[in-house]
């Protein structure tokens, strides 16, 4: 059965302290992970799409990086304002549908 | 333009109100979703419309009903709700064309509470 793990559940940094989000999947076959930013009472942001193994992207003090089984999201030197939950998102390649499978969320905490 | 509208912001209703959402994409995109969000929760896929055609989630109960008028409009019919049916409902669009990507891109929300 497919699976998508987030990890840690929630995350409290100081301001400037980097650090990295896990999303670990199981799948039988991967068409691509997506990362997405949420606030509070408000919908999803998209953030990054991954299709290959070893494939990287970055966005301001964000960086999405992706194996095999897992994908990071890297927060480099962050500030307040990157306080958010962060969801990925998998995409098998059975589904004819565009049918994503959420990972439970990291919420990240960033204070001054 | 990568915006999805959602209507209302706010909606408050009985149990045996009949309401509905509403969803628009310009973006030309042939899937469109609704989800269901509840509280500390990742969103939980309810409908899919690709390329004007529905997918289901066999466990959404029959009092929400989707349409999908065109492929920029998508609602959701509500009727006869229940007070756990209270949540954040979005609205999401992809490309979904040959070739191309297959992100979603979300709208805003609609807050539901059934009283």
């Known amino acids: 059965e497919d699976q998508v793990t987030q990890s840690p559940e929630a995350l409290r940094l100081q301001e400037g302290e980097s650090s990295s989000l896990n999303c670990s999947y199981t799948v039988s076959g991967l068409r691509g992970l997506f990362w997405y930013r949420q606030d509070p009472g408000k919908g999803p942001e998209f953030l990054f799409t991954?299709?290959?193994a070893g494939e990287e992207k970055e966005k301001e003090r964000l960086k999405a990086t992706l194996t095999k089984k897992e994908s990071f999201l890297h927060i480099t030197a962050p500030k307040p304002e990157d306080s958010a939950t962060y969801l990925c998102a998998i995409l098998t390649l059975t589904d004819s549908w565009g049918k994503f499978q959420f990972g439970a969320g990291t919420q990240v905490v960033v204070t001054p | 333009d990568t915006e999805v509208t959602q209507t209302p912001k706010h909606l408050v209703m009985g149990m045996t109100n009949k309401k509905s959402l509403k969803c628009e994409q310009h973006?030309?995109?042939?899937?469109m979703y609704w989800y269901k969000q509840k509280a500390k929760k990742p969103p939980e896929l309810m409908f899919v419309?690709?390329?004007?055609?529905?997918?289901i989630n066999e466990s959404v109960p029959s009092r929400f009903s989707p349409e999908c008028p065109n492929s920029s409009l998508l609602n959701l019919h509500l009727h006869a709700l229940q007070p756990e049916d209270s949540a954040l409902y979005l609205c999401a669009s992809s490309p979904r064309t040959s070739g191309g990507t297959d992100e979603q891109f979300f709208g805003p929300g609609t807050r539901l509470t059934v009283l």
């Open positions: 991954l299709y290959s």
């Open positions: 419309y690709s390329y004007e055609k529905l997918s």
């Open positions: 973006m030309g995109h042939r899937a």
